[in-house]
Nanobody, 116 residues
Framework: VQLQACGGGFVQAGGSLRLSCAAS????????MGWFRQAPGKEREFVAT????????YYSDSVKGRFTISRDNDNSMVYLQMNSLKPEDTAVYYC??????????WGQGTLVTVSS
């Protein structure tokens, strides 16, 4: 599967952004999808993940209650709605997919910048 993320940009603290990730290739609906991020000078960290049916979602403590992950299996899309953004959310955000065999795939990142 190939993953293409978009939707990053510049936003003021308290604002919102919606990231999108388009997947190409077959069997998208069997993939566990997720988002990771990497802030400048920091390690890459987990943000959110969603099961293949979309019925299970997990979030990092730092984004819980502010971010929402969702997916559209018919159109091979996954989204990350980000509300109440904080300067510490500034990072490059990566879309990820994991197939039934546990193999992981990464898309290119999209930059989110939150100003204070």
């Amino acid at each position: 599967v190939q993953l293409q993320a978009c939707g990053g940009g510049f936003v003021q603290a308290g604002g919102s952004l919606r990231l999108s990730c388009a997947a190409s290739g077959r069997s998208f609906r069997t993939y566990v999808m997720g988002w990771f991020r990497q802030a400048p000078g920091k390690e890459r960290e987990f943000v959110a993940t969603i099961s293949w049916r979309g019925d299970r979602k997990y979030y990092s403590d730092s984004v819980k209650g502010r971010f929402t992950i969702s997916r559209d299996n018919d159109n091979s899309m996954v989204y990350l709605q980000m509300n109440s953004l904080k300067p510490e959310d500034t990072a490059v955000y990566y879309c990820t997919g994991t197939n039934v065999l546990g193999r992981g795939y990464w898309g290119q990142g999209t930059l989110v910048t939150v100003s204070s």
